[in-house]
């Protein structure tokens, strides 16, 4: 066993910071005021080769694994968890499952251009009957011919609108059940697709989140993602590696207010003392940095387990469960130290705060994980 | 065009501490950076890469560890590294580096030499007009700016009070100012290359021509004496007027302190 990062990953984490440092934290305060979507960021991340981290070369992307991708979402989220979830749900949503399960001429005309950045991608399984109960779909898909027809609408999707590429989830077969939903790859000029209201969030103001409207939408049959009928199974392994990112999103939050914490203790004075002289400030921290290490062991664990081909579904689950609570935790206590100032804009960990509460929800809130991991557990 | 980049590792002396008894430098636990003269230098190279096409080789002398910063550059774009590393090199002025470097150099193909115009651990800024002079080449130092026009280096050489631009003819040797340029960021793809594709050259003494007596310790006439830390005698103060009456302050002080 052995918990040494290598050469490559030390080295990445140097581009990482230097990244995150320079060209992410500066935006940080204003995208989430202004609540604006840092299109900018997103092509300096491309160029620095942020968009394809876990693809192979051959398909546009760097070549690395799965560790090295949710180190990328820690790094970024630390600094802004918006810019993090940008590249989580363009990768592991968007990206992986064609990758994971596209025909070779998917890849080369999806992938491709998703991993190098050149296009930007999203996922669409979320309606408004149709949250944890995903089963629920009632957007329609009927093949006619060469193409399919999609009806239907979803909500809540991040990246929405700056997306190039959908994977969308529709019911081709109503009587199947969960059986008789099939995944599409949807790209975002199709006639008839648009992108409805644009939600008013607590947190991640900057990323988008909106309703995707698909009116009549002819989407060619070689763009079915899988076989008929398995897109439930498609959506739920998606899912399964996009916890990953979520969990690193996590991470990154919580280990951002931390730090954010141990620098203002150090400085803020009270009784003629700073407050990393009081032991309850000393407890806090120990707590803190306690789960934060115990969290980003779930999150390298999970990742490794993906890169190595062995299962991970559990891992992710506990990975995304413990890192994301962790999350709140960890940012509630950091606003608790800052005191009075913590609960103002003058200080990111209230924003860290507000981020932090939305990874206990999505892909997956903290109960579906205590589905999954208790279902291994029992089967 | 092959263009070679002489690079050095140094410890980023932004995060170094002095020791508050001894007044000397704790270098333990202080990250190693590429040093940020020649970083830009290597931007540079990487900008008439981009535009015109090259081949880019980074050299380095030093310890094993000096393969970091060899790495990164690989990570931000070079094609080929050289380290130059053998006890015989160890313990070497400005003299000894420019003997084992312009060795190394002699063995490689180019049309470009940049060198950072000095390392910030050393501030002599000797060591790249040394190179050029073994190998006989023409060198442009404090270069502000670079470009390629007919054939010819475009080179904007930097002066306190303004600059020269100046032309010359490749193979030439170019000293770079941090200044010169932003250096880009490494790619995450060029990274995983830097170490599962890309081999670091290691080259020691019995891989250059070189005169044993011009290397190492011994090859290097520079004797440092005695380094210490200067003592600060008294706190500064700062006035903030007009440059007339802050020139008769000046002067009143001096003559309060009979220094004038």
Not at chain 1, 20 to 49: M, N, Q, W, Y
Not at chain 1, 92 to 100: H, K
Not at chain 1, 121 to 146: C, H, K, P, Y
Not at chain 2, 141 to 147: E, F, V
């Amino acid at each position: 066993m052995n918990f040494n990062l290598s050469k490559e990953h030390i080295m990445l984490q140097k581009l990482y910071k230097e990244f995150s440092d320079h060209e992410v934290k500066p935006l940080a305060e204003e995208i989430d005021e202004k609540e604006v979507f840092p299109i900018d960021t997103v092509r300096k991340l491309k160029e620095c080769g942020f968009m394809g981290i876990p693809f192979p070369k051959a398909y546009g992307g760097a070549g690395a694994d799965q560790l090295a991708y949710a180190m990328a979402v820690e790094a970024l989220s630390k600094v802004c968890a918006t810019t993090g979830v940008i590249v989580s749900a363009h990768t592991s949503l968007c990206a992986a499952p064609i990758f994971e399960f596209g025909t070779e001429e998917q890849k080369q005309k999806y992938l491709i251009p998703l991993a190098k950045g050149e296009k930007l991608g999203a996922f669409g399984l979320t309606e408004a009957n149709a949250g944890t109960d995903a089963s629920a779909q009632q957007t329609i898909a009927i093949l006619e011919g060469d193409h399919y027809l999609i009806n239907g609408s979803k909500i809540f999707i991040t990246n929405a609108g700056y997306a190039d590429i959908y994977i969308i989830m529709a019911m081709t077969d109503k009587s199947q059940g969960t059986r008789g939903i099939s995944a599409f790859i949807v790209e975002a000029d199709t006639e008839g697709f648009s992108v409805g209201k644009k939600e008013a969030k607590l947190g991640i103001k900057g990323s988008a989140t909106c309703e995707l409207i698909l009116e009549n939408c002819r989407i060619p049959k070689e763009n079915l993602l899988g076989k008929e009928g398995k897109g439930f199974s498609i959506a739920m392994k998606t899912l399964d590696g996009g916890r990953i990112g979520i969990a690193a999103q996590a991470l990154g939050i919580a280990q951002g207010a931390l730090d954010e914490t141990v620098a203002y203790v150090k400085e803020r004075k009270q009784f003629g003392k700073p407050l990393s002289y009081f032991q309850n400030t000393q407890f806090q921290l120990a707590d803190m940095d306690t789960k934060v290490e115990a969290a980003r062991l779930l999150v390298y664990k999970a990742a490794f387990n993906k890169t190595m081909g062995l299962p991970y579904s559990k891992e992710a689950a506990m990975a995304k469960l413990f890192a994301s609570e962790t999350a709140m935790e960890v940012t509630t206590k950091a606003v608790q130290l800052h005191g009075g100032y913590g609960y103002t804009r003058e200080y990111p960990v209230e924003r860290m705060m507000r981020d932090a509460k939305i990874t206990e929800i999505y892909e997956g809130t903290s109960e579906v994980q205590r589905m999954v991991i208790s279902a291994q557990l029992l089967k | 065009m092959n263009i070679i980049v002489c690079i050095k590792q140094v410890p980023d002396t932004t995060e170094v501490k002095l020791d508050p008894k001894t007044g000397t430098l704790i270098r333990d636990g202080v990250p190693s950076i590429i040093n940020p003269d020649d970083k830009s230098g290597l931007e540079a190279a990487l900008r008439l890469k981009d535009e015109l096409g090259a081949h880019i080789t980074v050299i380095t002398m030093g310890p094993l560890q000096a393969e970091n910063a060899i790495r990164e550059a690989f990570g931000m774009g070079a094609d080929r590294g050289i380290l130059l590393t053998d006890r015989a090199f160890a313990g070497a002025d400005t003299w000894a580096t420019s003997c084992t470097l312009a060795a190394a150099i002699k063995k490689l193909q180019y049309d470009l030499i940049i060198a950072g115009r000095q390392a910030i651990d050393g501030d002599t800024a000797q060591v790249g007009p040394q190179i050029a002079e073994h190998l006989h080449l023409p060198q442009v130092s404090y270069a502000g700016d670079l470009r390629v026009e007919d054939g010819s280096f475009i080179v904007k050489r930097m002066f306190e009070d303004g600059y020269h631009l100046v032309k010359v003819k490749g193979p030439c040797l170019i000293t770079t100012l941090k200044e010169m340029n932003e250096p880009r960021y490494m790619r995450v793809g060029k990274i995983i290359e830097a170490y599962q594709e890309k081999e670091i050259e290691i080259w020691n003494l019995a891989d250059i021509e070189v005169d044993p007596s011009n290397i190492g310790l011994k090859g290097s006439p520079t004797k440092v004496k005695k380094s210490f830390t200067k003592g600060v005698k008294a706190a500064g103060k700062v006035y903030e007027v007009e440059p007339k009456e802050a020139a008769k302050l000046v002067v009143e002080k001096l003559k309060e302190k009979y220094i004038i």
